[in-house]
Nanobody, 113 residues
Framework: QVQLVESGGGLVQAGGSLRLSCAASGSIFNVMGWYRQPPGKQRELVADISRIGSTNYADSVKGRFTISRDNAKNTVYLQMNSLKPEDTAVYYC?????????WGQGTQVTVSS
């Protein structure tokens, strides 16, 4: 059974930093990533990373967020720096496969101004 377990969300002031973690179990994924869903808006891609380290970022987070992964631990991380109030959202870990997309339970990130 595949599980994605997230941790690391919370409340932070604008300009601060947070680090999210997502540990996968039950399968190995070529690509893992992070999505977010701001209040009242659709879910959007934040960043993703392949097993060999190729990365892709949303324009809104380039230069501020860094995605990384530890293949030995089957874990993906999202380091978020220079956070802005507009980064407030529920952040979801994602791992696509041929059968279906897998999602974590979501972790709340709130950035106060």
């Amino acid at each position: 059974q595949v599980q994605l377990v997230e941790s690391g969300g919370g409340l932070v002031q604008a300009g601060g930093s947070l680090r999210l973690s997502c540990a996968a179990s039950g399968s190995i994924f070529n690509v893992m990533g992070w999505y977010r869903q701001p209040p009242g808006k659709q879910r959007e891609l934040v960043a993703d990373i392949s097993r060999i380290g190729s990365t892709n970022y949303a324009d809104s987070v380039k230069g501020r967020f860094t995605i990384s992964r530890d293949n030995a631990k089957n874990t993906v991380y999202l380091q978020m720096n220079s956070l802005k109030p507009e980064d407030t959202a529920v952040y979801y870990c994602n791992a696509p496969s041929f059968i279906r997309d897998y999602w974590g339970q979501g972790t709340q990130v709130t950035v106060s101004s």
